[in-house]
């Protein structure tokens, strides 16, 4: 399988914003609903956001609003982060859905996902 590539991390100081993008070598995106989820340290991964080939998105509730995922093009998702805190401190990843272009009823669930990228770093501290 041919990985997504994610992009965009850094570090910020808190109440600022990234946009990460998700690029995919193989899939169009309109084929196929993206997620992404992210990995704290000592924490397991939660999923984030999904967002179909017909561009319906769905979001983690804790994200209270935070987090903007869009499409661009045939391969590139954008996960727009906004009010970071630190508690967004994370390793970021995207992946592709097995299932098609929409997203699952429990789009949270990592089995559903392939094509997983090495992830990009986000780091929030003042």
């Known amino acids: 399988q041919v990985p997504n590539v994610e992009s965009g991390g850094g570090l910020v100081q808190p109440g600022d914003s990234l946009r990460l993008s998700c690029t995919s070598s193989?899939?169009?995106?309109?084929?196929?609903?993206v997620a992404w989820f992210r990995q704290a340290p000592g924490k397991e991964r939660e999923g984030l956001s999904c967002?179909?080939?017909?561009?319906?998105a769905y979001y983690a509730e804790s994200l209270k609003g935070r987090f903007t995922i869009e499409r661009e093009d045939h391969r590139t998702v954008y996960l727009q982060l906004n009010a970071l805190e630190p508690e967004d401190t994370a390793i970021y990843y995207c992946?592709?859905?097995?299932?098609?272009?929409?997203?699952?009823?429990?789009?949270?669930?990592?089995?559903?996902?392939?094509?997983w990228g090495p992830g990009t770093q986000v780091t929030v501290s003042s």
């Open positions: 992946a592709s859905s097995q299932l098609g272009s929409g997203c699952p009823d429990t789009w949270e669930r990592e089995t559903w996902y392939r094509n």
């Open positions: 193989r899939f169009r995106v309109e084929n196929y609903a």
């Open positions: 967002v179909s080939g017909s561009g319906e």
